[in-house]
Structure formats: structure tokens, C-alpha cells
């Protein structure tokens, strides 16, 4: 039976995380069912980057040390408890791409160089594959691929050294068991990647209780970082070793201002740094992880499910009577997304949407995504935008030219 109206209110009512909202800069109007591609602005965000502004006008270069420089170890060091991770572990810097190249490196240049593959997974978001080439093409390593639905264990062998998953898959949202994968890795004597794009702050992450060695993640989708916030890279202490990782940059240096003819890596997580970084794209970041510290992630995992349970109730029947394919895994492997496939119309009826300030997106083929994020989403929220998505439909609206129309970023 599709929810009412009121009992949609009554849950906002009740909403242990209701307050988040608040904190949250979303235009009127908008239904924001993105975070999963850019997280919304939180309001602490704007008066960062102001003051991170006005700190370049007046102070100039002294910036650099006003907590500009240590920024990457010290977001870290904010975002270790969101992931499982101690102090020390985490550095915020670069992107997915590049931190996934430093890792792979940094795993075979520990391992001595004794295993030859890299595999990588068919259905994962391109880049880390694409990396994972890359680096395989420079280094002389050979590039394996793990087909969509393949089975594992008949992809790694002794001659793997490392591998490079997602805990949630950016198109279905489906989520893997991290410690049982992770362990299955560690059994072969190989190493794991976790990339965590659709993961952190959207549920709990365990990295030491899953036996995580290895992960990275960005901070523009559900933490809420920014159009182009700097990512971030987990190494657990113990495989802190002495190695380098190759993107050997003067920031990761054991004595950058030495200006040392010779590379030599920093102790500890700091050598994962390349060069110099953005100060004024790590201020909106670090305002929204200080916001990060308040949440208990126990109630977000739960609103999160709640949340895309609603919208599968609201339109379930809808669905089964227009075709469109709900691909969406069932909760306990699930993100925090829904994911529905119409392969005629699928981009045609999130344009259609979006101009009704419902907010989702499209990846090809046919897959709309829609995104949940606990902090700034209601439950009224939720079931206003499934309202207009069955009007979209049933009045077909998505018919209209102007929805055919492509842009460059779907
Ligand atoms: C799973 C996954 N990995 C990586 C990326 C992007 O990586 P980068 O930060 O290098 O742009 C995305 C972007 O959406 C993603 O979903």
C-alpha cells in the first residue's frame, strides 16, 4: 500500500536526524536526490571559504602556516572515525585516480614486485580500472579484469597482487561483504583497494573490523566536500612501511623545504601526498566534517534504508505497470541509492524531473539514479518526489523534445 501523506509527516516527527536539515544551504523548491554525484552545501561551507578568502587577502603566503599546509593529515585525521580508522591512517588529497595509481604502486613496490596482475572489476565506475591499466601499461605489470557477476576466487591466484573493488557499485548501489572479500584477498597473499565513493557517509564503514589494509573515497558525494573536493586514502599502520609510492612529489618528501636533490618518503601517510594543494577547497570540506563529528551513523544507516524503502513503496506499482526495471538490491545489500532501468526513456524521464526540481541523474543505459542522503533528506522529501516521478510518468511528460535534448554531464 503506498504511504500516506501523514504518516510520512509522522515519521519527519520522530526523525532522530531531522535537525541536519537545517544546516543545509539547498535551494527553495529543490528535491535533491543527487548526493550521490555532489553532495549539497552545508551552511557552515560558505562562511569557510569566505574566511579561507579573506585569510589569502590578508595574510598572504604566512597561510601556509595557519593550517593550510597540514590540512591533508588533519582532515584525515576528521574523517578516520567516519571510516573505522585510526589517527594517522587517513590522508585527504588528490582524487579516486590518482590515489588508487599511489596505492597499487605503493602495494607491488612492497610486495617486491613479486606478483605480476592488477585486477580490477567489470562493473565498477571506469577510472579504477582505467588507472589500474595505466599503471600495468608503465610498470610492466599485466591487467586483469573480474567480469560483472564472475566469481572471484576463479580471478585470483598467486600471481595476483593486488585488487581493486567497490564496496557499493556506483550503478545498482549494491553492497559487498568488506571482511569477507577482504580476508578472501589477504588467504592468495594479495592486497585490496576498497574504493568507498558510495560509501562514506552513506553508512557505516569498519575498515580495521573488516580487515581492511587499503582504501580510498572521495568527499563530494555524501560527505557533502564540494564541486571538486580533494579525495582520501587509508593505509592501515601496519602496512606503513618504508616503500614509496610513485606519484613521488616534493609535498610527500621526508623534508619538503630540505629541497633535497634526492626523493626520500615521508614517514607514515604523509608520503602519500604528491604536490601543492588547493587551501581553498579544503576549507568547505573540513567545515562539513566538524558537521561529519555530530551524526551517529547507526541512525543514518537506518534513515538511509527507511528512505529508499519509502520511495520503492511509493512507486512500486507504478513500475510493474510501465516496465521500468527496479534493480535496486534488497536492504541488506544495499547503499543508500535506488536505481531504476527504462532503456527508451530513462534519460528523457530524469530531464523531465529535474524541471520539476527533482533532482536525480542518468548513467547509461537507461539506469536513473536516485540518491539518498539522511542529513538534508525528509521523509516528506522523499514522497513528494516520488509523487512527481509517477505524474512524470503516468502523464508522460517525458515525451516533450525538450527532454530528449543531451547535455555534457548527465
Ligand atoms: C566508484 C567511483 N570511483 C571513482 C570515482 C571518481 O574518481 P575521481 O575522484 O578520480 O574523479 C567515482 C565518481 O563518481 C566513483 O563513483
Excluded at 543545509?24 to 549539497?40: I, M, Q
Aim: proline share 5%; hydrophobic share 40%; charged share 20%.
Amino acid at each position: 500500500m503506498t504511504p500516506t501523506l501523514d504518516s510520512v509527516r509522522e515519521l519527519d516527527r520522530r526523525d532522530p536526524l531531522a535537525d541536519f536539515k537545517a544546516r543545509f544551504a539547498l535551494p527553495e523548491g529543490v528535491l535533491y536526490l543527487d548526493g550521490n554525484s555532489l553532495g549539497a552545501q552545508p551552511v557552515a561551507a560558505r562562511a569557510a571559504l569566505d574566511a579561507t578568502r579573506d585569510q589569502w587577502r590578508d595574510e598572504l603566503i604566512k597561510g601556509w602556516n595557519q593550517g593550510w599546509f597540514d590540512a591533508p593529515e588533519r582532515l584525515g585525521d576528521l574523517l578516520a572515525p567516519l571510516l573505522g580508522a585510526s589517527t594517522g591512517e587517513v590522508i585527504v588529497s588528490d582524487n579516486i585516480t590518482l590515489n588508487i595509481f599511489k596505492l597499487l604502486g605503493y602495494i607491488t613496490e612492497s610486495q617486491g614486485r613479486a606478483r605480476p596482475v592488477i585486477l580490477s572489476e567489470g562493473g565498477n565506475f571506469p577510472t579504477d580500472g582505467y588507472i589500474a591499466q595505466g599503471l600495468c601499461r608503465f610498470a610492466g605489470l599485466e591487467h586483469r579484469v573480474l567480469p560483472e557477476g564472475a566469481d572471484l576466487a576463479d580471478y585470483l591466484d598467486e600471481r595476483v597482487a593486488a585488487v581493486v573493488l567497490s564496496q557499493v557499485n556506483y550503478r545498482t548501489g549494491r553492497l559487498r561483504d568488506m571482511a569477507a572479500i577482504t580476508a578472501q584477498v589477504h588467504e592468495q597473499g594479495a592486497e585490496i583497494v576498497w574504493d568507498l565513493a558510495h560509501s562514506a557517509g552513506a553508512l557505516p564503514v569498519d575498515l580495521h573490523g573488516c580487515g581492511a589494509s587499503y582504501a580510498v573515497g572521495c568527499t563530494y558525494k555524501y560527505l557533502n566536500g564540494g564541486p571538486g573536493a580533494p579525495a582520501f586514502l587509508y593505509v592501515r599502520r601496519d602496512r606503513l612501511g618504508t616503500s614509496w609510492q610513485p606519484l613521488a612529489g616534493w609535498h610527500g618528501h621526508a623534508a619538503p623545504f630540505a629541497f633535497d636533490g634526492d626523493y626520500a618518503p615521508a614517514p607514515g601517510i604523509t608520503r602519500f601526498r604528491t604536490g601543492t594543494h588547493s587551501a581553498l577547497i579544503y576549507a568547505p570540506l573540513e567545515a562539513s566534517l566538524r558537521l561529519w563529528q555530530e551524526v551517529d551513523m547507526s541512525a543514518l544507516r537506518e534513515k538511509s534504508l527507511a528512505l529508499t524503502e519509502l520511495f520503492h513503496d511509493c512507486l512500486a506499482e507504478l513500475l510493474a505497470a510501465e516496465g521500468i526495471a527496479d534493480i535496486t538490491p534488497p536492504r541488506a545489500e544495499r547503499g543508500s541509492q535506488v536505481a531504476f532501468v527504462h532503456p527508451e526513456h530513462g534519460y528523457a524521464i530524469v530531464q523531465a524531473l529535474i524541471a520539476r526540481g527533482v533532482v536525480g541523474d542518468y548513467r547509461e543505459p537507461g539506469l536513473m539514479r536516485f540518491g539518498f542522503a539522511p542529513l538534508y533528506l525528509s521523509y516528506e522529501d522523499v514522497w513528494q518526489a516520488a509523487r512527481h516521478f509517477r505524474e512524470v510518468v503516468e502523464r508522460r511528460e517525458y515525451l516533450e523534445v525538450r527532454f530528449q535534448v543531451r547535455s555534457e554531464v548527465t
